[in-house]
C-alpha cells in the first residue's frame, strides 16, 4: 500500500513540474546590429506580468555606405527607437526556459543566457535566416544604445 501511495505520490509531483512554465526573465536589455550594410538598434523590456515589448527597426543595403553616412543612420535609428518606444505595446511570448517564441510559433525569437542576464534578439527581416541581435542588461534605456554600457 505505501509503495502504491509513493508511486502515485511521484507521479503528481512530476506531472506538476511537467505542467509548470519558467517564469520569463524581468527587466530590460539593448544593443545594436551592424553586419553585411545592415543596421539594427533593437529595446526588449519583459514586465512582471511576463509581457514583452519589443522593437527593433532596422535599415538594410548599406554596404557601399561610406562611415559618415553608416554613423548619420546609426544615430537616426537610435533617434526612431527611442522616440518610438512609448507606441510598442506589450506581448506575449511563450517562454521555456531560455528560449521566446511567439504563442504557437517554432521560431525562437529570443534566446536568454540565464548566467550572464544577456539577451539575444533573432530578427527575421524578409525570407532571410534570423540576425542575431546580441543584447545587454540595462538598468534605464539609453538615448544611444550603440555607444551605452
Keep these: 500500500m505505501r509503495l502504491i501511495a509513493s508511486v502515485l505520490a511521484f507521479a503528481a509531483l512530476a506531472a506538476l513540474t511537467a505542467c509548470s512554465k519558467p517564469a520569463p526573465p524581468q527587466g530590460r536589455w539593448e544593443g545594436g546590429y551592424a553586419k553585411a550594410g545592415t543596421l539594427i538598434v533593437a529595446r526588449v ?55 521566446f517564441r511567439k504563442p504557437g510559433g517554432f521560431a525562437p525569437q529570443m534566446i536568454w543566457d540565464k548566467a550572464t542576464n544577456q539577451m539575444t534578439l533573432e530578427l527575421y527581416i524578409g525570407a532571410n535566416p534570423a540576425l542575431p541581435v546580441v543584447l545587454r542588461p540595462v538598468s534605464a534605456f539609453h538615448d544611444n544604445p550603440w555607444g551605452s554600457a
Excluded at 512582471?48 to 543612420?73: C, F, W, Y
Design 45 to 99: 523590456e519583459i514586465g512582471k506580468d511576463g509581457l514583452v515589448r519589443v522593437s527593433a527597426p532596422p535599415i538594410t543595403n548599406l554596404e557601399n555606405a561610406k562611415p559618415e553616412q553608416l554613423e548619420m543612420e546609426r544615430d537616426k535609428l537610435a533617434a526612431e527607437l527611442a522616440a518610438g518606444w512609448d507606441e510598442v505595446k506589450p506581448r506575449e511570448f511563450k517562454f521555456d526556459g531560455d528560449t
